[in-house]
Each structure stands twice: as C-alpha cells, then as structure tokens.
C-alpha cells in the first residue's frame, strides 16, 4: 500500500554553485579507478589481475575474501596500469587506462520475463552489478546468502547541491523499468520513494510508489524505510539501491552489458559555471576540475558535504556517486572578535539561533570546511532530534556506541540507520563530534561480532 | 590581528608533546581558543562543512542572558542599603555600592573556580571547558550581598570539585554546580545564606530585612493571612505584587526582579539555548500546586494566591537559569517536560509544608537533577519497546 509522508524535522543545507541542467563537453578522462574504500564494509581483497592484464568492461578486478562471488569489476576496458597500495599494503585503487572505444564483456540477453531469480543473481554477481544492492542493516554491499524482505529506492536526492535524478536519468525509463522487473525476482515487495508526482521514477509500474515531502533528510532512504517498514532486527534485511545502479541493473539485462556511464553534477562555490559531465564509475577528476576549479587552497568533494569523501584534485570519483562539490579550504584562525565566537555571523550558515548568529536557512552560503570551534565533551541535549525525523534518541545510541553496549545500540535502533542519516547531527553539533565515524564503529563491531 | 596569532603559534611547541611546558597544554589551549578559533578543519571523511556554532558561542548567550539580572542586582543591591538606612540617594549611589558589593563577589567566584579548572584540566589531561563561563556568574548572583567572600571562595571550590570534577568534568555532572555551592553553604553557614539579617548589606542592626517568603512562613504560623501581616508594618519593605515582579525587594543579588530575569528567559527562548520545555513546565507546575493549595487552604500560607509563587522568592532565577542547565536537566523531549512539572510542584511544596526551609526552589531543583536520569531511563525505555513491539509483529 502506497503511503503519503510529510516530515517535518531536518534542515537544508543550501550552498553556493548548483549545477545548471546542462552537460559539459570535456574529453573524457584517461584512467578510471576501482576503489575498496568506495564500499563501507571491504576487508581483505584477492586480485585478480595485475598491472598489465586488459580487461573489458565488466570483467573481474579483484574479490573481498570475506563475501567470495561479489566481483569487483571494470567500468570501462583498458589496461590495468597500476594497482596502488598503502600502508601495510592495503589496496587503494585498481587503475585502469581507458581504450577509446569500450569493450563489454557480453552477458547474456534475456527477456526479463523469463528471467529465473538464480540467474539474474548470478549476471549480477559476475558483472559487478551486484554492488549496486546496499542492505540494511549496516549500509554495506548486500549480503549473498541473505535474501530482502523488501527492496527500497530513493527516487530524488536531498543533501546540499545534490545531481537532479530527473535529469541524470533522463531517457532511461525502460533501462529503470527493467531495473524493476529484474529485482521482482528477489521480492514482489519494491517500494520507490518519489518527492511529487512529476518525478521521473514516479510512472514505474510493479513497484508502490510512495511520497515523501520535506527538507533533508527526507530524501535518504533510511529515513524512508523508517517510516514505511521499519528494519525490525539484525537479520531483518531490505535492500537499497539508488536510481542510477537500478538503470545499470536494467541496462545489464536488456543490452547484455555492465554500462556505468552516468552523469556527474560537477558543483560548489569554487567551480565556474557549474555543470554535469558525462562519464564513468570511478572516473579520474583532474581534466574536468582543471577547467572548471582556479582556486588552489580548496577542497574536492566525492559526493556531497555531508556524508562525501575528501579527494585529490586528481583523485578518482568514488563508485556511488554522482556529484563532486568543491568548496575553499577554511583552514585559518578566526579571531574572536572579528569573526570568531563572539563575533555577529552573516555568512556562515548554522542551525542554532545562539547569540550572533544570523545566517538562516533560506539563503545560499559559501561555507568553507573550517571546524567552526573545537571538540568539548557532550553539553546540549535535544538538538540531534530535530534533525532526524525518526523515533531515535541519536544521543544515547552515540553513548551506546562509545560504551561498546552492544544490547543498548541494538535497543535504541541501530539497525536503522547508515552514516548519511546522522550526517546533519554531526554537522549541527555543538561539541564537534564525529557522529557518522562513531555510528559505523558501532555497526562495524556488531556486523563483525 | 595576525601578529597575535604568530606570536600564540610560536609559543605552542613549547607546550606541545616533547615541549618544556607539555603539562600546560591544555591551559594554553584555553587561552589560544579563547582568543582565535583555530584553523582545524573537518575530516576528509564525515561532513565536510560545519555549523557556525560553537560551545563558546552558546555559553555566552547564557551569560549575556544574565546581564540584565545582574546590573538590575547591583543597583537594587544599593537601593536595599540605602533604604535601611532611609537615607535618599542618587541612582549611581545605589549603582555604585552594589557595584563595590557585587564585583568582588563575581572575582572570587570566577578566580576560585577558575583555578580548580585550569588545575584539573592540566592535572587530568582536559581541555578546560566553556561552562565556567557561566558557573562562574550564576553563583555571585545567588548569594545574599552580605556573603562573606572567603565563603564564596570555598562554596566554589567545593562545588566545582565535588558536583563536576569527580564524575569527568563538564557534561558530566549530576548536579547543577551553582546551586551545589549555594546548598554547600546553606548546611555549613546557614546563618550567613538564610534568615532575616543577610538579605541588605550593611542595614542597621535593629533593621529586619526578612524576605517575603520568610514573612510567609510567620504570617501562616500565626494564622494570619500573608498578605495581611505584611501590610501590618511588620516589614520595612514593600512587598506589593508591583515591587515583587520589578524587584525592589531584599533577596539574593541576581534573583529579585522578575523583570530583569524575563528578558533574560526571552534572551534564551529566542536563541533556543535553553529548553522551552522546562521552563514552561516549571511555571505551570508551580501554578498547578498553588492552585491545588489554594484550593485546600488548610492555612494562610497555603491560601496565598498562586501568583506569588512565581514572583516570590527565587523561583523566577531558578525556573530560567538553574533549571534548564543542560547537563543536569533530563536530556529527552518527554522527560524535559516531568523535570520541569515536578520542579514546580516540589518548589510549592517546599515552600509551604517545609518549616525548616522558606524557599524551596534551590532544593526542588537539585532533587530533580538527581531524579532526571531516571525520568529519561523511562522515557528511552518507552522508545525501546516501541522498537521491540514492531519487532514481534
């Protein structure tokens, strides 16, 4: 049964630099990248190439050891030129030099009617589809011996200066469709979450098609499964996936080939006229941030300001997004007077109404990544819930967490939540804390206890 | 302001790991971050961009938020004196000698409790909290203007050492610090935080200065109403509803205007600093237990009309400043509600039905600091079982 949902709580974080509906015409990167670190929950990998080797698109990179049969595969066909390592030799990236014309590794083209559910699994698995499946609980790569209650996708994106979905997905419809009838086979029970009737996955048929209204996080798919069919235990597994991994799905069974193109928005104050670019999963940034970011002491974002990752300016996108923000750099003092803690605030954006502080949500800002103030032990209480529109008291299961109570974060919801839905609560925190790093300690110690 | 900077930052090895002065770092810390935010950024993983907002910030809306209280004390502080002396004075005469009054009694409390700080910040490896800021003013405001200094010294020590610093420090505590000091003297120096004579500094010996709760407590002892006895000349004061809510009353230097004291509660409401919830439950627990002893009015005290209790005595500071002190309050939505009721409600029934203790807000509220883990216990447990219940079915 569809349900109509308005949330209340949250807030906006609107920043400076959109990205215009428009697509940049820049050459299309020379190496593309598979990072481990792009999936929360990667242990050990075994390689399965090695500097040298050419892959087609959609063959086998390497494997984590810990989830054998899940491929880490080629977005694009290429030379494997180097597989970069760090300290104690953990893996960071496969990197691959791109032909000029992609090479697809043939899957086999079926009629997604007579698709049975073992093979569908099997393409997925092989190709590197499968990665698109994140389950909850933990947010990590779906598990393959456990199968979904239900799956749940997220039609429109809520965090700050996020890609359009109805643009990024533009002409994808039947891929989508088939996306849909692909993931039937694993259960009848779809629920996509769409924000008003106009919304490109709103048309889907087999599915139920929810609406959400409201600021962020309205748009996270945690927030929504809370409201529509809570994860009820550790074992009670949903899968979710992003409209852009259910249109590679669709893609993979209706052409027979594992295609990551997608379009990147390229956004944030430091860009010139920002944009999308078309391209693909794991694409190195330096060609389009050449032209497009003058700035030198500034910070490129894989993904969003909330729950992204810090990159080089030459570093590769990370596998699930489909934005880049560049932002300065706030790393200078502030004197207190003059633009410090007791001075009055216009331009940088909270929440709180302290004294001072004048910069509301309804304007956009050019925020900077200055910890604003200095780590202090937990003072305020309250605050977190009106961030997060769930039955979640944040406070305690953070507290929980610190104290390794593994009953009392089972009890206070943990199963519920990923990184991105506490994300706002880290950025609002008064006492800085690491909300989102402490939330994954906790998912990890329970998901590997 | 760059040379500063450079000068600070060229200090810093010094106190930094290996440095001649490591073991004070964290008292450089302080006076760094005092004077310049520093350039930390956020980690490359978790939200990149943070609030505006910082502990500093918020703690001292809370201090800007007592100014009023304060300045009102310390010209009222003079207005008092001058009045027991009946002698006419300027209003800076007034000003002055509260001013001569209160300021030290402000120094001691900050340069005591301060010190304890900045010795267990160093001693225990912490960083020297913001929330000094604010004890440090809350206690000077709830001391009587006669209070000998070295008490207030020892009441600060004590307060911060045995309600903070045991249990980890700030955001740690169980008690509220400023009315653990206020309680540390009420049981050790009774005679110099409670009866008739400490509430005007420097009256005349044959001057009774007794407060209106005090009045009260005799009014109904004598089976006389209150409103009555006080109009009998029994005090030197005017105890009318007017001079209650303006303040010109004897009490302690920070808590007598309810004026002076709403504009902070506003201060506080508009920036969201303290919890609505609590303040406003407050209030009305203390109307609902008036009007409930109204409606027995088994003695005088108990059929004073309800309104006096929000304009008497403490009640005003303690519902606005003390209360809705974040660490020991109930931290939950639900449960800032019954801390605040209960308050009230405790507040009237000290007040009333306790012989030994005319104002019963600083008790009320220290009972509930130490009730609030267990009002949120249940309210979280609430949460909990509504998980649980979703589970089973």
Not at chain 2, 123 to 149: A, C, Q
Not at chain 2, 348 to 355: A, D, E, M, S
Request: with cysteine; net charge neutral; proline share 4%.
């Amino acid at each position: 049964m569809s349900v109509n949902i308005k949330l209340k709580k949250g807030f906006d974080i609107k920043l400076e630099g959109a990205a215009n509906l428009s697509v940049a015409s820049v050459d299309q990167p020379e190496t593309f990248a598979v990072k481990p670190s792009s999936f929360v929950g990667f242990q050990r990998p075994k390689m399965l190439v090695k500097e040298g080797d050419v892959v087609k698109a959609g063959d086998p990179l390497f494997f984590d050891r810990k989830q054998e049969g899940v491929m880490y595969t080629a977005p694009v066909s290429g030379e494997v030129v180097a597989i970069n390592r760090g300290a104690q030799r953990r893996l960071l990236e496969v990197v691959i030099l791109k032909d000029k014309d992609i090479e697809y590794r043939e899957f086999p083209k079926v009629s997604v009617d007579s698709l049975i559910k073992e093979d569908a699994k099997k393409t997925m698995l092989e190709s590197g589809a499968w990665l698109e499946l994140v389950q909850r609980p933990f947010a990590v790569v779906a598990n393959i011996e456990a199968d979904p209650r239900a799956i749940f996708i997220s039609a429109f994106d809520t965090h700050p200066l996020a890609a359009d979905t109805n643009f990024v997905l533009k002409g994808q419809e039947q891929y989508l469709q088939a996306g849909i009838e692909v993931l039937k086979k694993f259960t009848s029970n779809i629920h996509i979450n769409v924000d008003n009737s106009s919304n490109i996955m709103a048309g889907l048929k087999g599915a139920t098609i929810n609406t959400f209204a409201g600021i962020h996080p309205a748009g996270n798919v945690g927030v929504q499964i809370h409201h529509v069919d809570p994860i009820r235990s550790g074992e009670d597994v949903v899968w979710t996936l992003t409209p852009q991994g259910l249109a590679i799905i669709g893609k993979l069974f209706t052409e027979g080939r594992y295609d990551t193109k997608k379009l990147v928005a390229i956004a944030g104050s430091e860009v010139s006229n920002p944009e999308y670019i078309e391209t693909y999963v794991g694409a190195r940034l330096d060609k389009v941030l050449s032209k497009k970011v003058s700035g030198s002491n500034v910070r490129v974002i894989s993904g969003n300001v909330l729950t992204g990752e810090a990159i080089a300016k030459d570093g590769y996108l990370n596998h699930y997004d489909n934005l880049v923000t560049v932002i300065p750099e706030g790393n200078k003092p502030r004197f207190f007077l003059s633009d410090g803690w007791l001075a009055p605030i216009f331009n940088r954006l909270s929440f709180h109404k302290a004294f001072g502080l004048f910069a509301g949500s309804s304007k956009t800002y050019k925020l900077d990544t200055s910890l604003n103030g200095e780590e202090r032990a937990f003072v305020f209480s309250g605050q977190f819930e009106k961030v997060l529109p769930m039955d979640i008291y944040p406070t305690y299961l953070l507290k929980a967490i610190m104290a390794n109570d593994y009953d009392e974060m089972e009890a206070l919801g943990i199963y519920e939540l990923a990184e991105e839905d506490l994300a706002l609560c880290e950025f609002i925190d008064v006492s800085k804390h690491d909300v989102q790093a402490i939330l994954r300690r906790g998912l990890d110690e329970l998901r590997l206890a | 302001m760059k040379f500063l900077h450079d000068l600070l930052e060229k200090q810093k090895p010094m106190f930094e790991k290996g440095g001649k002065l490591e073991q004070f770092y964290y008292l450089f810390e302080a006076g760094e971050t005092f004077l310049f935010t520093p350039s930390t950024v956020t980690k490359s993983k978790g939200v990149q961009v943070r609030d505006a907002v910082d502990l500093k910030r918020m703690m001292m809306t809370v201090v800007i938020a007592l100014v009023p209280a304060l300045l009102f004390g310390m010209w009222n502080v003079g207005e008092m004196h001058y009045l027991s002396l009946g002698e006419e004075a300027s209003f800076m005469d007034k000003f002055l000698h509260g001013l001569i009054i209160t300021i030290p009694v402000v120094l001691v409390a900050y340069t005591a409790g301060g010190l304890v700080e900045v010795a267990f910040g160093v001693i225990r490896k912490h960083p020297i909290n913001e929330g000094f800021l604010v004890t440090g003013m809350l206690i000077p405001l709830v001391m009587p203007p006669t209070i000998p200094l070295w008490q207030v010294a020892l009441a600060t020590v004590f307060a911060v050492l045995i309600a903070k610093e045991i249990f980890g420090g700030t955001g740690m505590n169980v008690l509220n610090i400023a009315l653990t000091a206020r309680a540390f003297l009420y049981f050790t120096y009774p005679g110099d935080i409670s009866g008739d004579t400490v509430w005007v500094s420097g009256a005349p010996d044959s001057f009774s200065g007794a407060t209106f709760l005090g009045l009260a407590q005799a009014a109904s002892n004598g089976g006389v109403a209150v409103t009555d006895y006080i109009a009998s000349g029994i005090t030197n004061f005017d105890f009318s509803v007017e001079s209650l809510v303006i303040g010109t009353i004897p009490g302690s230097i920070g808590e007598t205007s309810v004026i002076a004291i709403g504009i902070g509660a506003i201060i506080l409401l508009v920036t969201r600093v303290a919890s609505f919830r609590i303040m406003a439950g407050t209030v009305l627990g203390a109307i609902a237990m008036g009007l409930v002893m109204q409606a027995f009015a088994a003695n005088t005290y108990m059929s004073l009309p309800f309104y006096y209790h929000l304009i008497a005595g403490g009640f005003a500071f303690g519902a606005v400043f003390m209360a809705t002190d974040p660490v020991s309050a109930a931290h939950t939505g639900a449960g800032k509600w019954i801390y605040g009721v209960l308050i009230g409600i405790m507040t009237v029934i000290i007040r009333v039905w306790n012989p030994a203790y005319p104002e019963g807000i600083m008790l009320a509220i220290l009972l509930m600091n130490v009730m609030a883990p267990l009002i949120d216990y249940y309210v979280v447990n609430a949460n909990k079982k509504r998980r649980l219940k979703r589970a089973t079915v």
